[in-house]
């Protein structure tokens, strides 16, 4: 699937597109159809309550993703239903990063499913060099991909809904309005339903349409967000393209120029609870392991954060996704509350002290039975290269925890070696004896967010 070529040079066209961005088709139905080959080729749901991933087989079925389990098995009565393996997918898109990092200079692996790579200086034709992504995914891996090529991370990524599953499209310098015009507005990244809400009572409903709304007009009503419509209904870029993690193409490990910074990206842990609960100790103990969890990936990515907020789902709230598609109503009610991190931390002690006091002054206010807890870390900065090898030496400084770091490094190596599970990190060790625990940790509700 390629989009016509319109004149100019083939040389011209090969150096202005840049980005490619990845997906994965299925990727956690893909994941236990390979490793469980009585599944392969049957309608497979994976998730818990409601389905996270599912197979072409299921899909052609009725069976959608955020579909409540009893639906899907309305739909589709031999639908085999499993709770996926978070580690194991883990693996599996690791190494699909480690094959897209030998074809090009950097990567950034934006989600569980999904990445970007970079091609500029290739001399190699974007639709061969990504044929050959794909043939050498689909060889070491047994997994498909469908891949988007544009000149901005908004085109790559638009372009991939074009390929799926399992093509290539590429949005050619010059095509870039024929290929955005007809398109939805919700269908631009970060265009959610209460944007594409307020710009259909404009009368807006086409990327054509918005790209006619004056640039000032647009800040005036959206502020920054605004100036961010402006830019992708064009096709052009937003911002500087920072590339949030990178691997190293040599050894598969994460790379980056050291003190950039990128406010606008996150971690975050999130699971719904098997029983939803008012119990203070549960609360704090779910927390403290997501917390850890988020700590150790923003210690991987060679990040501090300055920001940390908590979320609760309530019991109480409205549809799920998939309903509420369906049938629109009012939104679930949640908590949420955030604080500024000064200095900036990685350290896990740090960050489960601070979202336990904004965990308990939420609890202090508010009489409520909790389905969902979450922990966000913003405000990301790259860390300053060598600081974990000086905490290991250096005395205690003001608004550091030092000894925290120290603990925190011994930790990761053993985590490496062991599994995550060898230690848990304070309250987290109550959740013992009501959640499953393996080596990768605790069996959660939401199995793609278990790690």
């Given at each position: 699937?390629?989009?016509?070529?319109?004149?100019?040079?083939?040389?011209?066209?090969?150096?202005?597109?840049?980005?490619?961005?990845?997906?994965?088709?299925?990727?956690?139905?893909?994941?236990?159809?390979?490793?469980?080959?009585?599944?392969?080729?049957?309608?497979?749901?994976?998730?818990?309550?409601?389905?996270?991933?599912?197979?072409?087989?299921?899909?052609?079925?009725?069976?959608?993703?955020?579909?409540?389990?009893?639906?899907?098995?309305?739909?589709?009565?031999?639908?085999?239903?499993?709770?996926?393996?978070?580690?194991?997918?883990?693996?599996?898109?690791?190494?699909?990063?480690?094959?897209?990092?030998?074809?090009?200079?950097?990567?950034?692996?934006?989600?569980?499913?999904?990445?970007?790579?970079?091609?500029?200086?290739?001399?190699?034709?974007?639709?061969?060099?990504?044929?050959?992504?794909?043939?050498?995914?689909?060889?070491?891996?047994?997994?498909?991909?469908?891949?988007?090529?544009?000149?901005?991370?908004?085109?790559?990524?638009?372009?991939?809904?074009?390929?799926?599953?399992?093509?290539?499209?590429?949005?050619?310098?010059?095509?870039?309005?024929?290929?955005?015009?007809?398109?939805?507005?919700?269908?631009?990244?970060?265009?959610?339903?209460?944007?594409?809400?307020?710009?259909?009572?404009?009368?807006?409903?086409?990327?054509?349409?918005?790209?006619?709304?004056?640039?000032?007009?647009?800040?005036?009503?959206?502020?920054?967000?605004?100036?961010?419509?402006?830019?992708?209904?064009?096709?052009?870029?937003?911002?500087?393209?920072?590339?949030?993690?990178?691997?190293?193409?040599?050894?598969?490990?994460?790379?980056?120029?050291?003190?950039?910074?990128?406010?606008?990206?996150?971690?975050?842990?999130?699971?719904?609870?098997?029983?939803?609960?008012?119990?203070?100790?549960?609360?704090?103990?779910?927390?403290?392991?997501?917390?850890?969890?988020?700590?150790?990936?923003?210690?991987?990515?060679?990040?501090?954060?300055?920001?940390?907020?908590?979320?609760?789902?309530?019991?109480?709230?409205?549809?799920?996704?998939?309903?509420?598609?369906?049938?629109?109503?009012?939104?679930?009610?949640?908590?949420?509350?955030?604080?500024?991190?000064?200095?900036?931390?990685?350290?896990?002690?740090?960050?489960?002290?601070?979202?336990?006091?904004?965990?308990?002054?939420?609890?202090?206010?508010?009489r409520c039975l909790v389905r969902l807890v979450g922990v966000r870390l913003g405000r990301l900065r790259m860390a300053v290269h060598g600081q974990q090898e000086r905490f290991l030496f250096a005395e205690d400084e003001p608004g550091l925890d030092l000894r925290g770091q120290r603990i925190d490094t011994a930790l990761d190596h053993l985590r490496a070696r062991h599994g995550f599970a060898a230690v848990l990190a304070g309250e987290a060790n109550a959740l013992r004896g009501s959640l499953a625990l393996g080596r990768d940790g605790f069996r959660l509700r939401t199995p793609s967010l278990t790690l």
């Amino acid at each position: 699937m390629v989009d016509s070529k319109p004149g100019g040079p083939r040389r011209k066209l090969r150096a202005r597109a840049r980005i490619l961005h990845l997906d994965i088709d299925a990727f956690l139905a893909s994941v236990v159809q390979l490793t469980e080959p009585a599944t392969f080729g049957q309608p497979l749901a994976v998730g818990t309550g409601v389905v996270a991933s599912r197979s072409y087989e299921a899909k052609v079925r009725g069976v959608e993703t955020a579909m409540p389990l009893s639906e899907a098995r309305r739909r589709c009565p031999e639908l085999i239903v499993h709770e996926g393996d978070a580690a194991l997918a883990m693996r599996f898109r690791k190494r699909v990063g480690e094959i897209v990092g030998r074809f090009a200079a950097r990567v950034e692996l934006t989600s569980l499913d999904d990445m970007y790579a970079e091609l500029q200086g290739h001399a190699t034709d974007p639709i061969d060099l990504a044929s050959r992504i794909r043939a050498q995914v689909r060889t070491e891996t047994g997994l498909s991909v469908a891949q988007g090529i544009g000149a901005t991370k908004t085109l790559a990524r638009l372009a991939t809904t074009k390929a799926k599953p399992g093509g290539i499209h590429w949005v050619r310098p010059g095509a870039e309005r024929r290929f955005l015009d007809p398109m939805p507005v919700e269908m631009l990244p970060g265009v959610g339903h209460k944007t594409a809400e307020t710009l259909a009572t404009y009368r807006i409903r086409t990327v054509a349409e918005l790209r006619l709304v004056d640039r000032t007009l647009l800040a005036e009503t959206f502020g920054v967000r605004g100036e961010e419509l402006y830019l992708k209904a064009r096709g052009l870029p937003c911002g500087a393209g920072d590339f949030v993690r990178e691997l190293d193409v040599e050894h598969g490990r994460p790379g980056g120029s050291w003190g950039e910074t990128s406010d606008t990206r996150e971690i975050s842990r999130t699971t719904s609870l098997w029983e939803a609960t008012s119990d203070p100790e549960s609360l704090r103990a779910m927390l403290t392991y997501l917390v850890d969890r988020a700590a150790k990936a923003l210690r991987e990515r060679g990040r501090i954060a300055a920001r940390l907020d908590v979320v609760l789902g309530l019991a109480s709230g409205g549809p799920s996704a998939f309903e509420a598609r369906e049938r629109p109503r009012r939104s679930p009610t949640s908590l949420h509350r955030g604080i500024a991190l000064a200095p900036p931390s990685s350290t896990t002690r740090v960050l489960v002290e601070r979202a336990i006091a904004l965990l308990e002054s939420l609890l202090d206010e508010h009489r409520c039975l909790v389905r969902l807890v979450g922990v966000r870390l913003g405000r990301l900065r790259m860390a300053v290269h060598g600081q974990q090898e000086r905490f290991l030496f250096a005395e205690d400084e003001p608004g550091l925890d030092l000894r925290g770091q120290r603990i925190d490094t011994a930790l990761d190596h053993l985590r490496a070696r062991h599994g995550f599970a060898a230690v848990l990190a304070g309250e987290a060790n109550a959740l013992r004896g009501s959640l499953a625990l393996g080596r990768d940790g605790f069996r959660l509700r939401t199995p793609s967010l278990t790690l």
